[in-house]
């Protein structure tokens, strides 16, 4: 029948056609696109510059203990140069790279995917008040697409975002890894692209049903940063409490934001970047799988 | 051949377990005639709507289009129907073309298909020389034939309209109803719209069904309504503070006397002929009349037949129905 109509299609149509609708939301608005890129190097400079960790265990920043009789010159040298070399020792055992600014520049890649899948579940609530999702529901496109073109919005942007971010910390002095090289770029977006179809499924579940914008506007929020710091984005989880190890540790931004630095700043543990695939490749499966089915039951006016 | 084209029955809809919406209504609409939901805000016309175009689940009851059962084989539904909701649902961001070819890839129309298709309708709705400008630039009557567009780009057999002219000014208001003629004669579709405003059913309509609280009080076309009334309506007052309904009655051709408000509502043929006949009648019991009014029937009159308040009246009752509206907001959630 819908021959007749001049239609040919796949469970899949439409896709791509919402798809490029949010985006164009996005390139096209030259204001936000020209925000998304400022915020992450705003986030790069303050934390990763502005906490200069390393500086912390640097020589000059022990005062040295007056002992009498007073130190010899060589004596002080040498005790300078064993501080030096013990502050590396502490960044590499601490952080696995010895530039705080390397380890804190990659977990941006987690919180930008975070704040980014956030917002693609915002605007479901918008497409339901402005009537768009009434209108897009009369139609045959499938209701499992017109999430899933949330989702993959979000993940297009997020991964250009991670790519920026990369650009932009190695211009600010990003220190690779031993085994770095360009294949490791498309691991990372493979690892981003996981745990955007996981974070934005998450976030559609709580707004499918949400005609105002408040209610998971505060959920959201209140998640959002405990998420965030309840994982090894900025630091890392052995030296947290046992509690906020036990919620880091079931955090899959966790996974992700390790996978990314096993890819790019560190010696590649390559049974723990396994591990990091196939946890957030479980969430992503999961929470996807979630996401369809509340949008077959509850995608309706 | 009169061929059903929708066709309900018993349908239903109640939100939250007791606010009914929709009260077990029955009608059937035929091929190529345009069908008019009147009735005040809040009675049920857009929910009844909304279940027909198969975003809102039936509580009770069934209903069809062109054959197809709207909760079994929804997806059918969709692929033949063309929906113009009572909102702007177009996409500010996007430009009137984009807007278009949006709804396209939703009915999975081919894009060399739709192209030339958004070139017909950009061209039916007067559009083509602002469909690269963004719709945030449009005005209310611009986006309203936006709408329209793309409800057609799927060339539905039948086009649901939900009060395809709320808000807009008289001449734009006046526009659309030419749009919407031109529709029914160049494709020969089928449309159901749904309308507050008395005189657009009225002027558009081959048929309406006047609902109220959830319920078809009166299903017809607006002529036979109208004359179903029985005569002209002749509306007066007097000075005088006593009830001459009795004396009236008697006088030649009065059908009917009401009084309501202070004012008589007299219902009668020949309303020119027997106008002067009750004045003079009633002056010669000494009565003085301050104020006459004939009118031949309206929809509004058919509508106060048949709910026992006028359609102004109901409207002023915003309070009532914000209050149910936000009830059923609250439904939703």
Redesign the interface.
């Known amino acids: 029948?819908?021959e007749a109509?001049?239609?040919?299609?796949?469970r899949l149509?439409?896709l791509?056609?919402?798809t490029n609708?949010e985006l164009?939301?996005w390139y096209?608005?030259p204001v936000i696109f020209l925000l998304s890129i400022i915020q992450p190097i705003l986030w790069m400079g303050l934390l990763g510059k502005a906490m200069n960790v390393g500086a912390i265990f640097s020589g000059s920043s022990i005062p040295m203990p007056q002992i009498n009789p007073p130190l010899t010159l060589p004596q002080l040298q040498q005790l300078g140069s064993y501080f030096a070399g013990l502050q590396s020792n502490i960044m590499q055992g601490a952080f696995n790279t010895t530039d705080y600014f390397s380890f804190m520049s990659v977990g941006m890649i987690a919180f930008t995917a975070l704040f980014t899948t956030m917002f693609s579940g915002m605007s479901v609530v918008w497409d339901r008040r402005?009537?768009?999702l009434?209108?897009?529901?009369?139609?045959?496109?499938s209701r499992a697409v017109i999430i899933f073109s949330k989702v993959l919005s979000a993940t297009l942007r997020s991964i250009f975002q991670a790519g920026l971010i990369i650009v932009i910390a190695v211009a600010f002095g990003l220190q690779f890894g031993p085994n770095f090289n360009l294949l490791n770029i498309l691991g990372v977006f493979a690892i981003l692209f996981l745990i955007c179809v996981g974070l934005s499924s998450v976030f559609i579940a709580i707004t499918i049903?949400?005609?105002r914008i408040e209610t998971p506007m505060a959920v959201v929020n209140l998640i959002n940063l405990p998420l965030m710091f309840a994982s090894n984005a900025f630091f890392p989880t052995k030296f947290m409490p046992d509690w906020l190890q036990a919620i880091a540790k079931v955090n899959p931004l966790t996974y992700t934001t390790d996978a990314v630095r096993q890819l790019l700043i560190f010696n590649t543990d390559w049974a723990q970047l396994a591990v990091d695939f196939t946890y957030v490749g479980i969430f992503a499966v999961v929470a996807a799988t979630i996401g369809i089915v509340l949008s077959w039951r509850f995608l309706?006016? | 051949m009169s061929e059903e084209v929708i066709k309900t029955e018993g349908l239903t809809k109640v939100f939250n377990k007791h606010l009914t919406a929709v009260d077990h209504v029955s009608f059937s609409v035929t091929h190529g005639e345009i069908f008019g939901f009147l009735g005040p805000n809040g009675a049920g016309k857009t929910t009844t709507i909304?279940m027909l175009?198969?975003?809102?689940?039936p509580t009770e009851g069934k209903a069809s289009v062109l054959g197809f059962d709207i909760a079994k084989q929804n997806?059918?539904v969709?692929?033949?129907?063309g929906?113009v909701?009572?909102?702007?649902?177009a996409?500010e961001?996007?430009t009137g073309l984009?807007n278009i070819?949006?709804?396209a890839?939703?009915?999975?129309?081919?894009r060399k298909?739709a192209k030339e298709r958004a070139q017909d309708l950009l061209n039916l709705v007067e559009l083509t020389d602002f469909k690269d400008k963004k719709v945030q630039t449009f005005s209310g009557g611009m986006r309203r034939r936006l709408e329209l567009a793309?409800g057609l780009v799927?060339?539905p057999k039948v086009l649901f309209l939900d009060e395809p002219t709320l808000g807009l000014d008289v001449q734009t208001r006046t526009a659309t109803w030419n749009y919407i003629r031109k529709l029914k004669k160049e494709y020969g579709m089928t449309l159901f719209m749904t309308t507050h405003y008395l005189e657009e059913a009225d002027a558009l309509c081959d048929r309406v069904a006047i609902i109220d609280h959830g319920k078809i009080v009166v299903i017809g076309p607006p002529e036979d309504l109208k004359h179903g009334l029985g005569g002209d309506l002749i509306t007066l007052s007097i000075k005088e503070d006593v009830d001459v309904a009795e004396s009236i009655q008697k006088i030649e051709h009065v059908k009917d006397v009401k009084k309501d408000n202070g004012s008589y509502r007299i219902k009668a043929e020949y309303g020119e002929i027997t106008a002067p006949l009750i004045i003079e009648a009633l002056r010669k019991k000494g009565h003085t009349v301050t104020k006459l009014s004939l009118t031949e029937p309206t929809l509004n009159e058919v509508y106060l037949e048949y709910t026992g308040k006028s359609m102004r009246d109901a409207e002023e009752s915003r309070e009532a129905f914000a209050a149910q509206r936000m009830a059923m907001?609250r439904a939703?959630?």
């Not at chain 1, 109509?5 to 796949?10: L, M, Q, V």
């Not at chain 2, 175009?53 to 689940?57: N, P, Q, R, S, Y």
Request: hydrophobic residues 30%; glycine residues 6%.
């Open positions: 029948m819908s109509n001049g239609n040919s299609k796949s149509h439409g791509w056609a919402l609708r164009k939301k096209k608005a402005l009537g768009f009434n209108k897009a529901l009369s139609t045959p496109v049903r949400s005609t309706t006016k | 909304n175009i198969t975003i809102l689940k997806n059918n969709r692929n033949v129907i929906v909701p009572q909102e702007y649902t996409d961001d996007l984009e070819l949006l709804c890839d939703m009915y999975g129309i081919s298909v793309c799927n060339r907001r939703h959630q």
